[in-house]
């Protein structure tokens, strides 16, 4: 039988649904992250230039990924929001924004530790490193001017716009090594083929796939929270089990 998905974008039925799934995405991140470590920081060989500095790759790699590709999604769904005025959809970018906020702040603070051995400085007004700091910026801002309108829907719209025109700074980003002189290396992984080591290869993978099954968990428990907080007056709220008790 066929399963209707569309009824998963009600509140009612998403809420159950994302109750049962955190669990199984929270172990296996866990799981995986503790591989993808132990592959990076002990078995990958060490990097004939950089030498064991390199290591911070495995986690700020993933970070920097993740923080562009978790707005391009919030941008998605605030413009679903918008368009179709689907309460769902904006309370899915309302969720995504602290964590990409987290990863892009990650990406930063890993970046630094990075560069400074590199570089000799902490931070330089690289293109890529500046762009990134306003990716922040933008999830912060994301953040602030939905808490600032007391309205939900009013707050999803005004921040759905800023998600939408904001976006424009992810694809600056990723080519940023391209259109100007950066400090940064290019792509480390190409689809052509690359030079490094497979246990380098293998614990970049498994670091990205934890940190996305590790994104999905924390929005789906947040989404929860935020169904319970907008839908705190209606029947079904007051009849579930957990809120009863």
Known sequence: MAINWFKYSAPTTFYGLAGKLIPWFAIFAAILFAIGLYIGFFVAPVDAQQGEFYRIIFIHVPASILSMFLYMIMAGYAALGLIFNTRLSAMMASAIAPTGALFALISLWTGALWGKPMWGAWWMWDARMTSE?????????FIALHASIDDPRRADRAAALLAIVGSVN??????????????????TIKFGGTSMHVAMQQSLFIMMLACWLYAIAVVLARVRSIILERERNTTWINDLQEVRS
Do not use: D, E, M
């Open 133 to 141: 700091l306003i990716l922040l910026f933008l999830y912060l801002g």
């Open 170 to 187: 992810v694809p600056i980003i990723y080519f940023s090594v391209k259109w100007w002189n950066t400090l940064h290396q290019g792509a």
